[in-house]
Structures are given as structure tokens and as C-alpha cells.
């Protein structure tokens, strides 16, 4: 799979992941990685922990999430 974005520029890179909103292909020049925190609800008697996961997204996401 190419990058999307590239694509558009009529250039073709090899897609290193794939956007989780929109489903594109994006190159290690495109793709934006943010760790996010996921926090499960409190249960009573359980100790609450943090979960780290990896989110990534394509330029034309990010920036449609951004101006929001
Ligand atoms: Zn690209
Ligand atoms: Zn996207």
C-alpha cells in the first residue's frame, strides 16, 4: 500500500501504518503517532491503572480533529 498523502502530491511512499479514522495509508513523513491514555472506569475494590496505547492518524484527520 502507498501513502495516501503522497499520492496526492504525485509521489509514491510506502504506507507504514494506517490512519484509524479514515482508513489511509501513511508514509513516516505523514503519519501523526500520539500516545493517548486510556483510563478504564473504577471499579470498587480494584486499583485503578493507566493504560498507555498508540494512536495514529493521517495529516487530514489531525488537522479536521484539531480545528474541531
Ligand atoms: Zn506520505
Ligand atoms: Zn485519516
Same mark, same amino acid.
Given at each position: 500500500?502507498?501513502?495516501?498523502?503522497? %499520492?496526492?502530491? $504525485?509521489? =509514491? /511512499? &510506502?504506507? %507504514? =501504518?494506517v490512519c484509524r479514522l479514515c482508513g489511509a $495509508?501513511v508514509?513516516?513523513? #505523514? %503519519? #501523526? /503517532?500520539?500516545? *493517548?491514555?486510556?483510563? &478504564?472506569?473504577?471499579?470498587? $475494590?480494584?486499583? *485503578? #491503572?493507566?493504560? +498507555?496505547? +498508540? +494512536?495514529?492518524t493521517c495529516?487530514?484527520c489531525? =488537522?479536521?480533529? &484539531? /480545528? =474541531?
Open positions: 500500500m502507498n501513502c495516501y498523502e503522497c %499520492v496526492q502530491q $504525485g509521489r =509514491a /511512499s &510506502e504506507a %507504514v =501504518a $495509508g508514509c513516516a513523513d #505523514h %503519519v #501523526h /503517532s500520539e500516545t *493517548i491514555q486510556v483510563r &478504564e472506569p473504577a471499579q470498587p $475494590g480494584k486499583v *485503578i #491503572h493507566d493504560q +498507555r496505547a +498508540r +494512536r495514529l495529516p487530514v489531525r =488537522a479536521a480533529e &484539531e /480545528s =474541531a
